[in-house]
């Protein structure tokens, strides 16, 4: 599930619900650096993989999260094989990438406690990119062959958006694209998820080959609640609506 609120506390009841995997955001989502590190913080020691996605494939912010202990990073907008490869360059010191060296002063290396880790950094590091434009669905078998890329991940939203059918998620086109997109993973041997809050869709997904898939998000769950609780409990007739943003 998505982890959105900003809170390590939210971060950390997520952790230890028995969930597969978490995905902290700071694409759309208040996440700064030092909330990031706060939540990776409260969600060590518990069972699950955690994922981090920066805003944006960028070299320094990349550079930043991993020296934070990001070690699963998914990085969103990826449109082709050339960016793919900068994000995979930003992950790897020199000479195989372009990472700036500061183990001495990351949590990444704890500090330098951790023994040969420039030599061994990139054994701890995953990089996931997202698919979630036509062009990116276009380049999806030359994004899959560069070397560093270890999965890909669809993002039906914006692939929407992208394919000239904004908040259509479960159009037909939507739906076999990330079909496409699934089956080139699998046929070059890397897995391939997708996020999908519908339960029928995310089993349909998953059928159809998705080796991880989102099914829902910490602030969604919060907000469909309240809004239970208060149709359950609120007398609308009596209430005059209250003026906020």
């Known amino acids: 599930m998505w982890v959105c609120s900003g809170s390590p506390l939210v971060a950390e009841i997520c952790a230890g619900a028995g969930l597969d995997w978490l995905l902290i955001d700071a694409e759309h989502s208040p996440n700064g650096l030092e909330s990031v590190l706060a939540q990776l913080q409260a969600v060590h020691g518990y069972p699950g993989h955690v994922l981090v996605r920066p805003p944006v494939n960028d070299t320094v912010l990349i ?58 950094a990139s054994e701890t590091i995953s990089l996931t990119v997202q698919i979630e434009s036509a062009s990116a669905v276009d380049a999806v078998e030359d994004i899959l062959a560069v070397d560093g890329v270890d999965a890909i991940f669809l993002g039906p939203s914006d692939l929407a958006a992208s394919l000239g059918l904004l908040g259509q998620q479960e159009h037909p086109k939507v739906r ?23 339960p029928d869709t995310a089993r349909h997904y998953l059928g159809a080959g998705a080796a991880f898939v989102l099914v829902g998000a910490d602030v969604a769950l919060l907000a469909r609640g309240s809004e239970a609780l208060a149709a359950a409990f609120v007398n609308r007739q009596d209430d005059a609506g209250t003026a906020s943003y």
């Open 63 to 120: 550079k930043q999260y991993l020296d934070l202990g990001a070690q699963n990073l998914l990085l969103p907008m990826v449109n082709s094989a050339a960016e793919a490869r900068a994000a995979v360059a930003a992950t790897r010191y020199p000479p195989h990438g372009v990472r700036g060296v500061g183990s001495a002063l990351a949590r990444s290396a704890r500090w330098n406690r951790i023994p040969e880790y420039l030599a061994r």
């Open 176 to 198: 076999a694209a990330v079909e496409h997109c699934l089956l080139s993973a699998m046929a070059a041997g890397k897995p391939a998820g997708v996020n999908a809050f519908n």
